[in-house]
């Protein structure tokens, strides 16, 4: 674990003088979680992959800003996680939600819990989404979650119960029954 | 009762991230675009040095010392009680501002941090804004730069080929980089299987992602190439 946090630093380190190898060596296990995060909050594969690219980027260009103890993961996630929210805010998002979900399934089985999670997962805002996601796919620990929500600990672990709550309405009904 | 709810939860996010959102060649594609712009040395915001930060200051102060004293000499040397020239503008002091290739255009970069402030005549006591170099990034073009427009399209050997061109509306350069998202969706708005996959295909040749700059009012072609059912 210590080899890994020193690892870390070593590449920030070098990352933030310019070392573009060392940027990717850092950034890379990152990319695919920040992915999954980005298409949870968007929805939209393309807008996700998108955001991705445009947070990954910003945190080529701005590593220098990345305080001494943070963790790389957090910063990262959190780029992402704010270039998604500004990314909901442009026009063209509005114009993409009049497309979206017009496929529903027809099949039967995994394919129709996935859809049902895809609209529980709607049903709740965006940073609830993102919430949901980090805490039980990344397996984050409430503290980072609430570091890259830009909210209280208790905030957060309220935010949690509140989707969930709000999701089990539509989950559990549909797919225990 | 969150744990109750953590492996179903886990197991519906893996399904839907490994069926829908499987995403395939994500980072080779989000990464060849900072290689890209590192290359052009682009976008690489560093802090400058505390050396280069004291010889800016200095010059800073050099030039500015040098304006007043020459602003003092022509007052001298002005006639009593005549009028001073107020046609030639006074030349601005070369601060920070003027070391950022920034393009000249009334809508900042997007990407650029808040631009430094005019430098103070007393640099001890005001905060020293943060100093980026030189190679400031030309901004990547927004949706709201770009209009879209449909190009020419035609059909032949089982492709349909239809082109797309976006042209930068904005008085400033922007950049665009790799492959639009694309989804062909029916009359009735479903979207079309297979997905698009980018890269090249049909009429067009399969170039590698790469920066495309765009000027003001100029306009970049995308194609897409589908297969026309049998």
């Known amino acids: 674990m210590d080899f890994v946090a020193s690892r870390t630093d070593d590449l920030i380190r070098q990352a933030a003088t310019g070392d573009q190898l060392a940027f990717k060596g850092l950034v890379r296990p990152h990319l695919r979680p920040a992915f999954q995060l980005a298409v949870t909050m968007l929805g939209e594969p393309e807008a996700a992959e998108d955001a991705v690219q445009e947070a990954t980027l910003k945190a080529w260009r701005h590593l220098h800003r990345l305080r001494a103890g943070t963790s790389f993961r957090s910063w990262f996630l959190t780029v992402v996680a704010n270039q998604c929210r500004s990314e909901r805010r442009t026009a063209w998002w509005r114009v993409l939600r009049g497309l979206e979900r017009l496929d529903t399934p027809q099949a039967t089985g995994p394919e129709v819990l996935d859809w049902d999670l895809e609209q529980a997962l709607l049903s709740l805002s965006m940073d609830e989404r993102a919430a949901v996601f980090l805490r039980f796919y990344e397996d984050l620990p409430l503290q980072e979650l609430a570091r890259i929500q830009g909210i209280s600990v208790s905030g957060t672990h309220s935010r949690i119960r509140r989707a969930l709550e709000r999701m089990r309405l539509r989950i559990d009904l549909e797919v225990d029954r | ?230």
């Open chain 2, 1 to 230: 009762m969150i744990e109750d709810d953590r492996e179903k939860l886990r197991t519906a996010f893996e399904r839907a991230y490994r069926n829908r959102y499987a995403c395939p060649g994500l980072e080779e594609r989000v990464l060849s675009e900072v290689a890209d712009q590192a290359d052009r040395g682009r976008g690489r915001l560093e802090p400058l040095g505390f050396a280069t930060i004291v010889t800016l200051l200095l010059a800073i102060a050099i030039v500015g010392g040098m304006l007043i004293l020459a602003q003092l000499s022509q007052q001298r040397s002005a006639p009593a009680g005549g009028v001073q020239p107020s046609a030639a503008p006074s030349p601005t002091p070369a601060g920070p501002a003027a070391v950022i290739p920034v393009p000249t255009s009334s809508a900042p970069p997007s990407e650029s941090p808040t631009p430094n402030p005019a430098p103070s005549p007393t640099p001890n006591s005001a905060p020293i804004p943060t100093p980026i170099a030189p190679a400031v990034a030309i901004p990547r073009c927004d949706v709201q730069d770009l209009n879209l427009q449909l190009g020419g399209s035609w059909a032949g050997l089982g492709q349909l080929n239809q082109t797309f061109v976006f042209t930068n509306t904005t008085p400033h350069t922007c950049y665009l980089f790799g492959y639009p998202g694309m989804r062909f969706l029916d009359r009735s708005g479903r979207p079309l299987t297979p997905d698009p996959q980018r890269g090249g295909a049909g009429a067009f040749p399969d170039i590698s992602p790469r920066t495309v700059d765009l000027a003001p009012g100029t306009w970049h072609l995308v194609g897409s190439s589908r297969e026309l059912p049998r």
